[in-house]
């Protein structure tokens, strides 16, 4: 009694502490997310300001003080190089929001360049002075770019291109002001201030637009994104064989089978995730496989790849044998629903509660009936057999995975598979699912029958199923939720 007292007291100081901290950490949390929303918002307001200038190039005075040490190719140039740097910062602030390294980078390097631009098309120094300051906040706040990546969803993407065509639709806006034929004049006293060839004004957007293209182009061509490295798991296959025979596996271990997922291994290679992928998600199926020790060390390791390349992981129908790590990375948890279990110590077919499964036994063995349990390799023949139940079954809908198993060969091929057989040959079947778990517990997946197959036929199936695992040694069969 004595140790568990002291193990229960370790544990409430432990979490005791932590709470604290977090409590403690929370000022510093709130600033960073507030300064770099605010980092953020200057990146993309210097690009405003840049696209604007372009439009609003300077007093007529300081042009003609520009003129005088600077000649016109290169004030002309400097105009070109403003609107690009304007579209390329408008391009990295959503790099800079979800802090990647790479948009760090170009962004001082565009901010810095972009200053003395300012200066060469007209002496704005007033435009150079809030870029400088743009970019020491940048070099200030280094340490928050750590990612190597993001990932661009159809929802940020389309986000992103109604701004560039709302800021776009401003140098239409003015050129078509500007047009001879316009109705609508800008007052005299406007006039000095903007550009007046209209001309003049689109030839400058559309070169800029070109060369910040451009220079996006050279940008990921001479050191494009690092991206998560995904190792398939059609060619991890031996190793997690390996794997799944060293540790304990979970309920959904074999359908890495299905190779419609991906495996990522801890740096010892000691615990195995799956997982897909799904817009800026990381789905993983099921608990991670491996050494139990190492769980915790692992997730870690996980979210942190995860977080590294811009996704969000989420765990999927999980146990609570890895609720308290998830936890303490900040996870909820909803329920999705319950397994169902049978315990050969337990189950039997006598007695009143069993009687219309009992109908169904004897009727279909009446009927000639049979169900066998074939093992892998199967023929090519039983492959058809089964493929033409599978298609009636399926009825023309597509297939589904990830978590169902789907008809494929190979994945067939990997387990044992319970064939009903009537008079005409098959008329149903059911793939076994093994849980790597030493022969304590097994499943069932795929589950198919022709249309027109006599009522129970799932019963009958799953009854004989029973009495041949029961036989086989097996203390659980695991039914899905």
């Known amino acids: 009694m004595l140790p568990f007292l002291v193990s229960a007291l370790l544990f409430v100081k432990e979490y005791w502490n932590r709470w604290n901290q977090s409590w403690d950490d929370l000022p510093n949390v709130i600033f960073q997310k507030l300064s770099h929303t605010l980092l953020t918002i200057l990146v993309f307001l210097s690009g405003i300001v840049l696209l604007l200038s372009a439009s609003v190039p300077g007093v007529l005075s300081r042009l003609k003080i520009a003129q005088e040490f600077l000649s016109s190719p290169i004030m002309h140039v400097s105009h070109q190089l403003t609107v690009a740097a304007g579209f390329i910062l408008l391009g990295l602030c959503r790099g800079i929001k979800y802090k990647v ?13 972009s200053a003395l631009f300012s200066i060469f098309k007209g002496f704005d120094y007033e435009e150079a002075i809030f870029l400088v300051i743009v970019a020491v906040l940048l070099i200030v706040s280094k340490k928050q770019f750590y ?19 709302i800021i776009t639709a401003m140098y239409v806006l003015i050129g078509y002001v500007n047009l001879p034929t316009s109705k609508i004049h800008i007052p005299a006293t406007l006039q000095e201030y903007i550009i007046t060839d209209y001309r003049d004004l689109f030839y400058s957007a559309v070169m800029g637009i070109l060369i910040a293209i451009v220079i996006f182009y050279i940008g990921n061509f001479i050191r494009a994104p690092k991206k998560m490295e995904k190792l398939l798991s059609s060619e991890q296959e031996e190793r997690i064989i390996q794997h799944l025979m060293t540790y304990k596996g979970t309920e959904y271990s074999h359908l890495i089978f299905l190779h419609d997922k991906f495996v990522h291994w801890n740096k010892e290679g000691t615990v195995l ?25 692992a997730i870690q390791e996980f979210l942190e790849l995860a977080d590294k390349h811009g996704y969000t992981p989420v765990f999927y129908e999980i ?21 169902a279990f049978v315990d050969f110590e ?3 077919l006598t007695g009143k509660g069993m009687k219309g499964r009992r109908a169904v036994k004897n009727k279909f063995e009446r009927e000639n009936f049979i169900v066998d349990i074939v093992s892998p390799p199967y023929s090519q023949e039983l492959m058809n057999e089964l493929k033409e139940v599978s298609t009636k079954w399926l009825q023309g809908r597509a297939e589904k995975g990830f978590f169902l198993g789907f008809f494929d060969e190979h994945y067939l091929n990997t387990s044992n598979i319970a064939v009903l057989r ?11 699912m093994p849980m790597y778990d030493n022969g304590e517990r097994l499943s069932v997946d795929l589950m198919r029958f022709i249309p027109g197959a006599p009522s129970g036929t799932m019963d009958f199936i799953f009854l004989s199923l029973f009495e041949w695992t029961k036989t086989e040694g097996y203390r659980v069969f695991n039914m899905g939720m």
Do not use: C, M
């Open 147 to 165: 990612r190597e990546s993001y990932v661009l969803t159809w929802g940020i993407a389309l986000v992103d291109l109604a701004a560039v065509t």
């Open 101 to 113: 390294k790479r948009a760090y980078q170009l962004s001082l390097i565009v901010l810095s360049s």
């Open 273 to 297: 995730f799956s997982y897909q992928i799904y817009a800026d998600k990381i789905v993983v199926l099921g608990d991670p496989v491996g050494n139990e020790a190492d769980f915790l060390s």
């Open 422 to 432: 009537g008079k005409e040959g098959a008329i149903g079947f059911a793939s076994l």
């Open 319 to 339: 146990n609570n044998k890895i609720f308290p790590s998830l936890h303490e990375h900040g996870y909820s948890f909803f329920k999705l629903g319950e397994e």
């Open 346 to 348: 337990k189950f039997t």
